[in-house]
């Protein structure tokens, strides 16, 4: 019975070997298949696709003269904040320690001036 069981194993590697001789390998015909590309960063909006583009020229348009007004609200709100410092600074001596206001005035108006320079950048 053991000596059944070994040649019928081996008849089967036999034949198994026989056909992966013939034909190839047989997963040598399906390739892998590759990865989908990668979906761009930023989808359009389908609406926006099959709109007027009067519209999307005049909301572009609207929006860009409201960047430009809040840059020029913050320029004048940096000029006012950059002349009340001075005006603090040339007050007060500061030979040893300058005033928490004169540190809180300076915070306020460099975070102003990155507000205004990621503005200027189009951001």
């Known amino acids: 019975m053991l000596e059944t069981r070994r040649v019928f194993v081996l008849a089967m590697a036999a034949a198994a070997g026989f056909l992966a001789a013939e034909d190839g390998w047989p997963f040598a015909q399906y390739p892998p298949t590759p990865p ?9 909006n389908p609406a926006e696709i ?16 409201q960047n430009e007004k809040e840059f020029r609200e913050g320029v004048e709100r940096l000029y006012q904040l950059t002349g009340q410092l001075r005006e603090e600074l040339q007050k007060t001596t500061t030979t040893e320690v300058f005033s928490v206001r004169m540190v809180k005035k300076t915070e306020e ?7 205004l320079k990621n503005r200027a950048k189009g951001g």
């Open 109 to 115: 108006i460099e975070k102003l001036a990155k507000l």
């Open 36 to 44: 989908p590309p990668p979906r761009p960063a930023e989808t359009p």
């Open 50 to 65: 099959h709109s007027n583009p009067q519209a999307t020229a005049a909301a572009k348009r609207a929006w860009l003269q």
